[in-house]
């Protein structure tokens, strides 16, 4: 393993004008690595976690070049400063259907140098990978990581806020929060009425819905799925979710999961385990184009 590594705040402007940090983590003796892994946060969390950073520490030893990288939907609210004024962000404000925008640019700042590009999205990070790559078939990723995503079959929104939703938007409340709880059982939160109506417009396209298939069934390049054993997943065992992600993604070229042995999910002191994870599945990245 190597140990002489350099770590760099990066910054990338998306298409309609929001700059987004990053963390670059890589290598100071292979400056252009095989592979750049791209890390996108979960729901509430930033770039900088403590475990993703460890994470990324654990692969530029290796060899690899990291990005532990910034979505507009970092933390529970913020606001960015645009040429069009200011624009309210958070995991509160998103607009799922925005996402797309933040992983492009980053995925555009990476292939500026030649390498492999694999997009890793923990918890709500991982339908958003989905999400973008179903919908954008970009040809420059060699392959997703989708890590503890509960969410990547259904975002468990309350339905009977839908009318309470519209009728803000129609107000001009679109920017007021819904009551706690609109999220669903998994933990107290809440989102704006734009934010939560802009997440049943694209349901269809992210979940499926009668003859449209789900973005997981959309995606044509490899998929590496993962749940640690001690998470928890509301009503669903951790084998089971992981076997849909299975049946689902058939047009898949190689559909990879695992239940990972002693982790949680924000993988506190089992960084190195995730590291070895996904050095694992990049070596079969590897194998796969080979043969190809």
């Known amino acids: 393993m190597q140990n002489d590594t350099t770590e760099k705040i990066v910054y990338v402007k998306t298409?309609?004008?929001?700059?987004?940090?990053?963390?670059?983590?890589?290598?100071?003796?292979?400056?252009?690595?095989?592979?750049?892994?791209?890390?996108?946060?979960?729901?509430?969390?930033?770039?900088?976690?403590?475990?993703y950073v460890n994470i990324g520490r654990q692969l530029a030893?290796?060899?690899?070049?990291?990005?532990?990288?910034?979505l507009r939907s970092h933390d529970f609210g913020t606001w960015f400063r645009t040429d069009k004024g200011a624009y309210l962000g958070g995991s509160a404000w998103e607009l799922f259907s925005e996402s797309p925008l933040?992983?492009?640019?980053?995925?555009?700042?990476?292939?500026?140098?030649?390498g492999r590009v694999v997009l890793a999205g923990h918890g709500l990070g991982g339908a958003k990978v989905v999400y973008y790559q179903a919908e954008r078939r970009d040809p420059r990723l060699a392959g997703l990581i989708i890590a503890s995503s509960g969410s990547l079959f259904r975002?468990?929104?309350?339905?009977?806020?839908?009318?309470?939703?519209?009728?803000?938007?129609?107000?001009?409340?679109?920017?007021?929060l819904l009551p706690w709880g609109t999220r669903g059982d998994r933990q107290v939160a809440t989102i704006s009425a734009e934010s939560y109506m802009d997440l049943d417009r694209i349901h269809e396209s992210l979940y499926g819905y009668q003859?449209?298939?789900p973005a997981l069934a959309r995606i044509t390049c490899p998929i590496l799925?993962?749940?640690?054993?001690?998470?928890?997943?509301?009503?669903?065992?951790?084998?089971?979710?992981l076997a849909r992600v299975r049946r689902t993604a058939t047009a898949s070229s190689l559909v990879k999961t695992r239940k990972i042995a002693g982790v949680e999910f924000f993988y506190t002191g089992s960084e190195k385990v995730i590291a070895g994870e996904i050095e694992r599945w990049c070596e079969q990245l590897r194998t796969l184009q080979a043969a190809v």
Do not use: C
């Not at 030893?61 to 910034?70: E, H, L, P, Y």
């Open 61 to 70: 030893a290796r060899g690899f070049r990291f990005i532990t990288a910034n």
């Open 15 to 51: 298409e309609d004008g929001l700059t987004l940090e990053g963390l670059m983590l890589q290598s100071l003796g292979q400056p252009t690595p095989a592979e750049t892994v791209i890390w996108f946060h979960g729901l509430h969390q930033k770039f900088s976690e403590a475990e």
């Open 155 to 176: 975002e468990k929104m309350r339905q009977d806020l839908h009318p309470v939703a519209a009728k803000m938007i129609a107000e001009g409340r679109e920017k007021e």
């Open 225 to 241: 799925a993962w749940y640690g054993s001690k998470e928890k997943l509301a009503n669903k065992d951790i084998d089971d979710f």
């Open 211 to 213: 003859s449209v298939p």
């Open 102 to 114: 933040d992983i492009a640019a980053w995925i555009d700042f990476a292939t500026k140098d030649p």
